[in-house]
């Protein structure tokens, strides 16, 4: 009976050995016909040999693989990773699958990523009723001679409008959709221009009337715009910027019998090719892809905090540019750190061009031992358009108090002991492994014959969420990201389920953070976590 058992104990330190070389990130929201990046984190670069390209279902892939090198917080410790993109383009509404990726790494070792179902979102659609004042009434109630067709040409068209053909990759790019009518029509918006290439940011509500006049050729017309987006391009070349089609009602009132009439016409807005350059150098090795101008601030609010307790790190980037396409600065981390993801907030004013705002990154760390520790400086680069030239940012270094517990005389001499014979203590804990398995593999077999009694069992998941009641608020929402990531580990989630959990975590951070964190929001976490975790165990 002991050799199945210590075969079980074996295959338990093997296994806790791997750790997850390849991660999937895509975004939470896309929409039909609004390019967006499938991004694959490599965490052990040096090992890494090649990917199998995923199979796409319902998405047209647009380009890649593209390469890039960086770095990131794995673990709480910053590594070294290799980023594999491929930019696509979701062709109808409804699921999008992204298979699994194979990645190979030295020694023939193999992994593979999880699949991926997306939601993708029908593109927004709108209607447009126009009605001059400043028209001829011919216009409205032509003769029975007047050709139609060439009066719908002349008095009802559509037209894209951008503020630059030519820009330097990540540079932001206006794009208007506007009709122009001199006639009593209603429009209506039949396919969303695809923008491949492109991050897209709306700039209006569609949902609200836009409408303006406009005098061309000493002619007045109505004019509703569509849609006006920023459009940052993400790959160099020429890209274009695809029709929008209009499905469009004409009435008119005949001048000889005065009934209405009524025309259908289909009309395209003509497509525009955006040339994108590359950026005339080099880029720098912490360059993460912000284009435009930027300052950056980064601070600590608690200097000093005890061992074990949460502390946190605010990093904010602030101006102009290209807020949807640059990723995180790279922070150097004591070794002594464990790191969690950052919750990341925007505050933009997407009605300017380039957007306007800031970008904040709050990290949660925690360290196990006491001490003066010193983060050294952040820095930052983006590239300056109007310059043609890279920026480095460089914050100041920042310092902090970690208060070290109360440890016994015998502490350090029992660290040296155990570093000292480590291999032996790792033998006489299978060893115990292994004994305490066959006993109770005996007990279980004696149990047979005998009356049932009760045993000890492991908590559950909703029993550990149930002794978090009684913990303080000031360590709550610690206690409880921890059990979501204990969970997050030992049960294969569903998407959505993920995507629950994470949006958890992120609040429990927020909340630990704040200092006002408003009535009942500690009851409501435990109950959306109890609801989350009775549905992962079901």
């Not at 807005?269 to 590359?278: A, G, L, N, R, T």
Request: proline share 5%; glycine share 6%.
């Amino acid at each position: 009976m002991k050799t199945p058992l210590l075969v079980l104990v074996l295959l338990f330190f093997c296994s806790a050995g791997q750790s997850q070389k390849v991660q999937a990130i895509v975004p939470a929201q896309v929409v039909v016909g609004n390019a967006f990046q499938v991004q694959y984190i490599i965490n052990d670069p040096s090992a890494f040999v090649s990917i199998t390209p995923p199979q796409f279902e319902n998405l047209q892939l647009v380009s890649g693989p593209n390469y890039y090198k960086g770095s990131s917080v794995v673990n709480g410790k910053q590594e070294q990773i290799e980023n594999v993109t491929f930019t696509v383009v979701p062709l109808q509404a409804g699921k999008a699958r992204i298979n699994a990726v194979t990645v190979r790494f030295k020694d023939n070792e193999e992994q593979k990523s999880d699949d991926i179902v997306l939601t993708v979102q029908k593109q927004p659609k709108a209607s447009f009723n126009t009605t001059s004042t400043y028209t001829d009434i011919n216009l409205y109630a032509p003769s029975s001679k007047t050709d139609l067709d060439k009066l719908i040409d002349a008095n009802l068209f559509i037209k894209t409008e951008v503020d630059k053909r030519v820009c330097y990759l990540g540079e932001a790019i206006t794009a208007t959709f506007k009709l122009y009518s001199r006639l009593q029509s209603t429009s209506e918006v039949l396919n969303a221009p695809s923008l491949y290439g492109f991050s897209v940011m709306d700039m209006l509500d569609i949902n609200e009337a836009h409408q303006a006049v406009e005098t061309i050729g000493g002619k007045i017309f109505n004019t509703s715009i569509l849609r006006k987006l920023q459009l940052y391009p993400s790959q160099t070349g020429t890209l274009s910027v695809d029709p929008m089609q209009l499905q469009n009602t004409i009435e008119f009132s005949d001048s000889d019998t005065h009934k209405k009439v009524t025309v259908v016409r289909f009309l395209a807005s003509p497509q525009v090719d955006i040339v994108v350059k590359p950026f005339p150098s080099a880029e720098p090795m912490n360059y993460t892809g912000a284009v435009g101008q930027f300052t950056i601030s980064a601070d600590i609010p608690r200097r000093a905090i005890a061992v074990n307790r949460q502390g946190k790190l605010l990093v904010t980037i602030a101006g102009t540019g290209n807020f949807l396409q640059f990723s995180a600065p790279v922070i150097t981390w004591p070794k002594e750190f464990e790191v969690f993801d950052p919750v990341v907030s925007d505050t933009i004013n997407k009605e300017v061009v380039p957007t306007v705002g800031k970008r904040t990154y709050l990290y949660s760390f925690t360290a196990e031992k006491g001490g003066r520790f010193i983060i050294p400086p952040i820095s930052f680069s983006f590239f300056d358009p109007r310059t043609r030239r890279y920026n480095q940012l460089t914050t100041d270094s920042l310092t902090l108090a970690i208060t070290a517990a109360k440890a016994g005389p015998t502490t350090t001499y029992g660290r040296e002991v155990f570093g000292k014979w480590k291999g032996l203590w790792l033998f006489i804990l299978v060893a115990i492994v292994v004994v305490l398995g066959a006993l109770l593999l005996w007990r279980k077999y004696k149990m047979k014959y005998q009356e049932p009694a009760s045993v000890n069992h492991t908590p559950t998941d909703l029993e550990r969420l149930d002794t978090l009641q009684s913990v303080p608020d000031q360590e709550y929402f610690t206690q409880l990201y921890k059990l979501l990531q204990s969970v997050s580990k030992e049960n294969i989630l569903t998407t959505e389920q993920k995507e629950q959990l994470t949006a958890i975590q992120q609040e429990c951070q927020l909340l630990s953070y704040s200092r006002t964190r408003g009535e009942g929001a500690r009851q409501q976490l435990q109950k959306r976590t109890g609801d989350l975790l009775t549905q992962i165990a079901s």
